[in-house]
């Protein structure tokens, strides 16, 4: 898909980092621009952000781990634009800590909305998308730790590897279709956002320092390491409306990751266990 003037994007997680990113992008291209988000006030931002300009922007709050709610969300958006040309699957959380140790509500508030938030989205847009019979793209964001595995971080990890075989699940899936609807998966390394502050968006209380000292060790790293070393969002959406026109299916942000990638694929042909990732070089 090369033409975006006109068209309508729909993209998640976009109060913040990457979503705002993408949603930046979209309004620059010309497009319509549906925002959804679970913190109300940094949607808002969002949308005065992007309003100004002339862009025409659907803001609604919203919690992907919801089915109906993103039902509802599709079904808005269809009423309201008539067709979604870029669906942007990117809510995103963070919940690092030993695979062991995490409770079972750590486990399934990741999951919830890394990987069932993405499937909810495609389960609610990707078939009416077909239906409208033009073309499209679906952007799924994954990670760099959903292609290799790091320490401390197991819940985390295992969302995105997840996300990034339900990616190609359904790349492989509108392909046999013959369908006309691209499919794109990000998988950001170090990116400047408050994705090592997700906690903020909790729905229950996260675990205090004392109860859970791994996780919280993990997501200070993760500060650090994003506060000093993280590209810009607004870079990541270039790379990502680039990766649209030319139907690239992968999009990395790390020029290491072909090294990292290369190292974990050397140690599964020799039936070795992949060292563990080392993201900040």
């Known amino acids: 898909m090369d033409v975006f003037a006109g068209r309508v994007a729909v993209v998640t997680g976009a109060g913040s980092g990457i979503g705002r990113g993408l949603a930046r992008r979209a309004a620059a291209e010309g ?3 549906v925002i959804a988000d679970i913190e109300a006030e940094a ?4 949308a005065a952000e992007l309003t100004p300009g002339g862009t025409d922007v659907l803001a609604v709050r919203l919690d992907v781990s919801d089915p109906t709610a993103v039902d509802t969300l599709a079904g808005e958006t269809f009423e309201r634009f008539g067709a979604v040309h870029l669906l942007c699957n990117n809510a995103g959380v963070f919940q690092g800590g030993i695979t062991w140790q995490r409770t079972l509500a750590d486990w399934e508030w990741v999951m919830g909305v890394n990987f069932w938030g993405m499937l ?12 409208g019979g033009e073309e499209g793209h679906v952007v799924d964001t994954s990670s760099l730790a959903g292609m290799l595995t790091v320490a401390y971080s197991a819940p985390y990890v295992v969302s995105k590897f997840a996300a990034l075989a339900l990616t190609e ?6 392909r046999a279709q013959g369908s006309s609807i691209g499919v794109s998966v990000l998988v950001p390394g170090l990116v400047d956002t408050k994705i090592a502050s997700s906690e903020r968006n909790r729905p229950d209380e996260p675990p205090s320092e ?3 000292p791994d996780a919280h060790f993990v997501a200070q790293a993760l500060r650090d390491l994003t506060a000093t070393g993280g590209i810009h969002p607004d870079e990541v959406g270039e790379m990502v409306f680039d990766a649209v026109r030319t139907g690239r299916f992968y999009v990395t942000t790390m020029d290491s990751a072909i090294d990292l990638l290369r190292e974990r694929g050397d140690a599964i042909l020799e039936r070795t266990l992949p060292p563990s990732a080392q993201f900040d070089r």
């Open 43 to 46: 949607l808002e931002e969002t």
């Open 169 to 174: 699940s359904l790349a492989h899936d509108l």
């Open 210 to 212: 004392a109860q859970a």
């Open 120 to 131: 909810h989205g495609i389960r609610a847009f990707v078939p009416r998308m077909i239906e």
């Open 31 to 33: 497009m319509h621009v």
